[in-house]
């Protein structure tokens, strides 16, 4: 089961009357997975709510707004109406740059579209050596500044107990986004750290 950083976000619903009975059925969302994302790195999206009904293309749409908007993939619709988008941002995008994604899927012809923002961030920092626990080795990548040592401290006692330290919000993440877990410092949430599994010890 795919768990993404933004978990805790409240999920929109839309009543449908049918009949007499009301049925909550959830309106269509998605999330990155960090707001701030590194040129050269990848970015990850995550969608839920998203519509499986006969009817509705089975892929969503994700464009990039420069003044009118630029095709950037697809990604396919899962049967519990989720799906994972992910793409590199180019090297050579500018430090503070915004990033504007539309994702819109069509049902007989009308698109719903949702909006993400993002944002050119500092490059990641890949500390030297691999993080190991419970007999698998890690990768490690942190963002904003945040210390190789503070990384270990928070994404290492996650990896072991799935129990988020202090000031971090942790989750598994999927592994289509190019590393299997994170941890975002909660006061300072451009302060985070990524692992990649790489091998057994």
């Not at 995550?46 to 994700?62: I, T």
């Not at 963002?143 to 190789?148: D, E, F, H, K, P």
């Amino acid at each position: 089961m795919r768990v993404s950083m933004f978990w805790r976000i409240a999920i929109p619903v839309i009543a449908i009357v049918i009949g007499r009975t009301v049925v909550a059925v959830a309106a269509p969302s998605v999330a990155p997975e960090t707001r701030a994302v590194a040129a050269g790195d990848r970015y990850a999206l995550f969608g839920e709510g998203w519509s499986v009904a006969s009817g509705c293309d089975r892929r969503v749409q994700v464009s990039r707004r420069l003044g009118h908007g630029v095709p950037v993939g697809t990604a396919p619709i899962a049967d519990d109406g989720t799906f994972v988008f992910s793409r590199r941002v180019p090297a050579r995008a500018r430090r503070g740059s915004r990033i504007v994604l539309d994702v819109t899927q069509y049902c007989d012809g009308i698109g719903t579209t949702r909006t993400v923002r993002l944002r050119v961030g500092r490059r990641a920092h890949v500390c030297s050596g691999p993080l190991s626990v419970d007999n698998e080795a890690y990768l490690l990548k942190t963002y904003g500044g945040l210390s190789c040592d503070e990384a270990a401290g928070a994404i290492g006692p996650f990896l072991d107990t799935g129990i988020d330290p202090d000031g971090f919000d942790c989750a598994k993440v999927d592994p289509r986004t190019g590393h299997d877990a994170a941890c975002v410092q909660v006061n300072h949430p451009s302060r985070r750290v990524s692992a990649r599994h790489i091998s057994e010890v």
